[in-house]
């Protein structure tokens, strides 16, 4: 690899490339893209949202049993951590993904650092009790990610009552991200809020307003980075690191089937989409036969909406508010886990593919990890389809 000319990111006592590889379930990141992002000593994270999706025999005890599949889910984000961890070889970091809407947080939380973790990277609501969930792991990053200023000072305030300090922030942009946005509203993720100038300049203001030295909490921003320069301006800003999903998605390296690559590398501008997800928040994907269809019906699906434990597909009750199981008429009415899990299958016609909004570093081609690095950290021409 080429000689990098951007600087390093340092936390928890190591020094790191500036690229931290976004978490993207269901299943899209899990062991093989995380451990190869981290071999090569970026870091690399696995979502942690129903992974027994990659182990055939936990998928085969099949039910309905919410304590079941629950405790499948534990047992595969174990497998993956620690495969990915292996795969690392001591390189880079590993971190977990775990969203805080979703109802098994606390115990995700804990099985990622029992297994060997090194970072729980946690947004989609306040990550306030993060602190705690892991307080028996003090040499575990944690990293709140959260989208504007106030929700930081937020979290800085109520985590400094707790006598902790986030490991780092990740700063994303709803205009620009995939999968769940940080906005409450479609029509407010393009507020100016949310950009990035404004967001970190306020952000290192709250630092010194709270005593805060700049160098303790570095500041990751995420979504729609998809070029070398993009990271250095950002870098300039008083960035330390980026956070990048889509891109790496796409590897070669990619834990999803080739189809799910081929599908966000081959979208176009017009064919990503926000709409309202099943919890509550505005989500981006790529317009495929099952969202076309969806949309074309939300609104009288919306209208009909009603509470009914029955309506659970999966069988998981995965988000402590779901719009589909809880009749809430603003919000998506669909299984959320079925369709992603088709997607990351491969099935064009079911699945619902997270994507962020633009263009891809080499096009519809798809590439390895260490080429997608390389051209991060320097620059480095590529041809692009």
Same mark, same amino acid.
């Given at each position: 690899?080429?000689?990098?000319?951007?600087?390093?990111?340092?936390?928890?006592?190591?020094? +790191?490339?500036? #690229?931290?590889?976004?978490?993207?379930?269901?299943?899209?990141?899990?062991?093989?893209?995380?451990?190869?992002?981290?071999?090569?000593?970026?870091?690399?994270?696995?979502?942690? #949202?129903?992974?027994?999706?990659?182990?055939?025999?936990?998928?085969?005890?099949?039910? =309905?049993? $919410?304590?079941?599949?629950?405790?499948?889910?534990? #047992?595969?984000?174990?497998?993956?951590?620690?495969?990915?961890?292996?795969?690392?070889?001591?390189?880079?970091?590993?971190?977990?993904?775990?969203?805080?809407?979703?109802?098994?947080? &606390?115990?995700?939380?804990?099985?990622?650092?029992?297994?060997?973790?090194?970072?729980?990277?946690?947004?989609?609501? %306040?990550?306030?009790?993060?602190?705690?969930? @892991?307080?028996?792991?003090?040499?575990?990053?944690? #990293?709140?990610? %959260?989208?504007?200023?106030?929700?930081?000072?937020?979290?800085?305030?109520?985590?400094?009552?707790?006598?902790?300090?986030?490991? @780092?922030?990740?700063?994303?942009?709803?205009?620009?991200?995939?999968?769940?946005?940080?906005?409450?509203?479609?029509?407010?993720?393009?507020?100016?809020?949310?950009?990035?100038?404004?967001?970190?300049?306020?952000?290192?203001?709250?630092?010194?307003?709270?005593?805060?030295?700049?160098?303790?909490?570095?500041?990751?921003?995420?979504?729609?980075?998809?070029?070398?320069?993009?990271?250095?301006?950002? %870098?300039?800003?008083? &960035?330390?690191?980026?956070? /990048?999903?889509?891109?790496?998605?796409?590897?070669?390296?990619?834990?999803?089937?080739?189809?799910?690559? =081929?599908?966000?590398?081959?979208? !176009?501008?017009?064919?990503?989409?926000?709409?309202?997800?099943?919890?509550?928040?505005? @989500?981006?994907?790529?317009?495929?036969?099952?969202? =076309?269809?969806?949309?074309?019906?939300?609104? !009288?699906?919306?209208?009909? &909406?009603?509470?009914?434990?029955?309506?659970?597909?999966?069988?998981?009750?995965?988000?402590?508010?779901?719009? %589909?199981?809880?009749?809430?008429?603003?919000?998506?009415?669909?299984?959320?886990?079925?369709?992603? &899990? @088709?997607?990351? $299958?491969?099935?064009?016609? $079911?699945?619902?593919?997270?994507?962020?909004?633009?263009? +891809?570093?080499?096009?519809?081609? /798809?590439?390895?990890?260490?080429?997608?690095?390389?051209?991060?950290?320097?620059?480095?021409?590529?041809?692009?389809?």
């Amino acid at each position: 690899m080429s000689q990098y000319v951007l600087p390093s990111l340092h936390l928890k006592g190591k020094a +790191l490339l500036p #690229i931290v590889q976004g978490g993207m379930g269901v299943g899209v990141s899990a062991h093989r893209l995380a451990g190869t992002v981290a071999a090569s000593g970026a870091i690399g994270t696995i979502a942690s #949202i129903d992974l027994r999706h990659h182990h055939p025999d936990l998928m085969a005890r099949g039910g =309905k049993d $919410k304590s079941a599949l629950d405790r499948a889910n534990l #047992i595969a984000l174990d497998r993956e951590t620690r495969a990915a961890l292996a795969l690392a070889g001591g390189n880079g970091l590993i971190a977990v993904n775990v969203m805080k809407a979703v109802t098994e947080h &606390a115990a995700l939380v804990r099985q990622a650092c029992e297994s060997g973790a090194q970072a729980i990277v946690m947004g989609a609501g %306040l990550p306030l009790d993060l602190p705690d969930l @892991a307080e028996d792991f003090p040499e575990v990053a944690l #990293i709140p990610i %959260l989208s504007d200023a106030r929700g930081v000072n937020l979290v800085l305030k109520k985590w400094m009552r707790k006598n902790r300090l986030p490991d @780092a922030v990740v700063i994303e942009h709803p205009r620009y991200a995939g999968g769940h946005l940080g906005a409450p509203k479609p029509e407010e993720i393009g507020d100016p809020r949310f950009d990035f100038p404004s967001v970190i300049e306020e952000v290192l203001q709250s630092l010194r307003v709270l005593g805060i030295e700049r160098e303790c909490i570095p500041l990751i921003p995420a979504g729609g980075i998809n070029t070398h320069e993009k990271i250095r301006e950002l %870098l300039a800003l008083g &960035a330390s690191a980026v956070q /990048i999903g889509t891109p790496f998605a796409v590897t070669l390296e990619g834990d999803a089937h080739p189809n799910f690559k =081929k599908v966000l590398a081959e979208a !176009k501008p017009e064919e990503i989409v926000t709409f309202m997800s099943v919890a509550g928040l505005p @989500a981006r994907a790529v317009i495929t036969p099952w969202l =076309k269809n969806y949309l074309g019906r939300e609104k !009288k699906l919306q209208a009909c &909406a009603r509470a009914e434990r029955g309506r659970c597909a999966s069988g998981l009750g995965c988000l402590l508010h779901c719009g %589909l199981r809880d009749g809430i008429a603003r919000a998506g009415q669909f299984c959320i886990d079925a369709q992603l &899990a @088709a997607a990351l $299958k491969g099935d064009v016609r $079911k699945g619902l593919f997270f994507r962020g909004s633009e263009p +891809l570093p080499f096009g519809s081609a /798809i590439r390895t990890v260490g080429e997608l690095l390389e051209y991060f950290m320097t620059g480095a021409a590529v041809a692009a389809n």
